[in-house]
Every structure is written in C-alpha cells, then in structure tokens.
Antibody, heavy 121, light 106 residues
Framework: QVQLQESGPGLVKPSETLSLTCTVS????????LTWIRQPPGKGLEWIGY???????NYNPSLKSRVTMSVDTPKNQFSLRLNSMTAADTAVYYC???????????????WGQGTLVSVSS | SYDLTQPLSVSVALGQTATITCDGN??????VHWYQQKPGQAPVLVIY???NRPSGIPERFSGSNSGNTATVTISRAQGGDEADYYC?????????FGGGTKLTVL
C-alpha cells in the first residue's frame, strides 16, 4: 500500500518561502507524476502543479511565477517551494502520486493526508 | 482556462437518491473524476473516467457524462455519504477542479 506523507513548517511569515517535502513509502516514485494540491480553509481544491520523476514540470499558470518543484528519486521524495507567501496562501497542502497522459485518463488515487500551512507574522 | 461549475449544496433524504452535477463546456468529451472529502480528511476517489468505481467504493455510487454535464449519483444515501464532492478534469494543459458540492443527508 503506497503511502505519502507531507512534512514542513506549519507556520510561515509573510514574504518568506514555503518548503514542503512529500515522502513516498510502499512504492516508487519512478515513472510517476507527483502533484501538489492545496485547499484554503473552507474552500475548494486548487492544483498547484506536477513534476515527473525525471524532473519535467508543469505548473498552474496562476502560481507559476512563485512555484518550484523538485524530486529526489533515491530518497523517494519530492518537494514544493512557494515564494513570496501571503495570507492567501494559508491552506492545507496535499501531495499526490499518479499516472498521467494528455487525456486526463488517470485519476489521483494516492494522496497524502495533507499538512496545514498558515501564513502569519 | 476551463471552468467547472458545481452546485454549492445538495440535500437528500436518508435512503433516497442524490445527484451532483458538474457543468463544463463539452465536458462529455473529457474524462471526469470525482472525489469525496470528509471534514479533516484528504479527498478519496469515488468515480474515475466518468463511470468507473474504484475497489472499495459501494455500488451505490455511479457516474455519467454527456454533453455539457457530468453527474455523480448516490443511491440509497446514508449518513456516511455526507461530504464535499469535487469533479476534476484535465483541460489539455492543467488539472481543473470544480468548486465542490456539500452533500447533506437529512
């Protein structure tokens, strides 16, 4: 059974950079797409972007200027960096491992439990 | 960008059938996935590629997709079905989620 676990600070100051890591256990990240999603309190799901295990990325245009994703295949981990954080970035951040094609054929079937990140001074 | 529209809320009497819709331009030409999210939990896939149920999801959950509307139907609704439901599609360059529908079982 594949499990994903997000880790990182629960509190970030405005203007600082958020760094989160997702550790995958029970399965490899090789040949998979690795996605970050966030959900502000009481609101819906927002796709942040994905990184393929090889390093190729695709970011949500609304966040593209602030997002960087990376992957560490030997450690079976992938990471998210989001800079210039504001209160609007307060959210639960989820990591997901999934297959992908250009037809949207594959759903998101392996999610982490999520981690709440608050932005406050 | 591609927009998906869901009703904010749907109510259903215990044991009756609930229908949650997801509207998008020619969504019938896309693969639609549905997720159930209970408070404090991560979303769980309940329908994939319009009509398919993952293992462990009750047969009471079904899906359809045609024209400009995709639908998830929950038959014989139970209290445990109370949750937020999200539809999802790939628009060719990004993943898009609907705004979510809160299902209340009365």
């Amino acid at each position: 059974q594949v499990q994903l676990q997000e880790s990182g600070p629960g509190l970030v100051k405005p203007s600082e950079t958020l760094s989160l890591t997702c550790t995958v256990s029970g399965g490899s990240i090789r040949n998979y797409y690795l996605t970050w999603i966030r959900q502000p309190p009481g609101k819906g799901l927002e796709w942040i972007g994905y990184i393929y295990y090889s390093g190729r990325t695709n970011y949500n245009p609304s966040l593209k200027s602030r997002v960087t994703m990376s992957v560490d295949t030997p450690k079976n981990q992938f990471s998210l960096r989001l800079n210039s954080m504001t209160a609007a970035d307060t959210a639960v951040y989820y990591c997901v491992r999934h297959d992908h094609d250009n037809g949207g054929y594959y759903p998101f079937d392996n999610w982490g439990q999520g981690t709440l990140v608050s932005v406050s001074s | 960008s591609y927009d998906l529209t869901q009703p904010l809320s749907v109510s259903v009497a215990l044991g009756q059938t609930a229908t949650i819709t997801c509207d998008g331009n020619n969504i019938g030409n896309k693969n639609v996935h549905w997720y159930q999210q209970k408070p404090g939990q991560a979303p769980v896939l309940v329908i994939y590629r319009d009509t398919n149920r993952p293992s462990g999801i009750p047969e009471r959950f079904s899906g359809s997709n045609s024209g400009n509307t995709a639908t998830v139907t929950i038959s014989r609704a139970q209290g445990g079905d109370e949750a937020d439901y999200y539809c999802q599609v790939w628009d060719g360059s990004t993943w898009v989620f609907g705004g979510g529908t809160k299902l209340t079982v009365l």
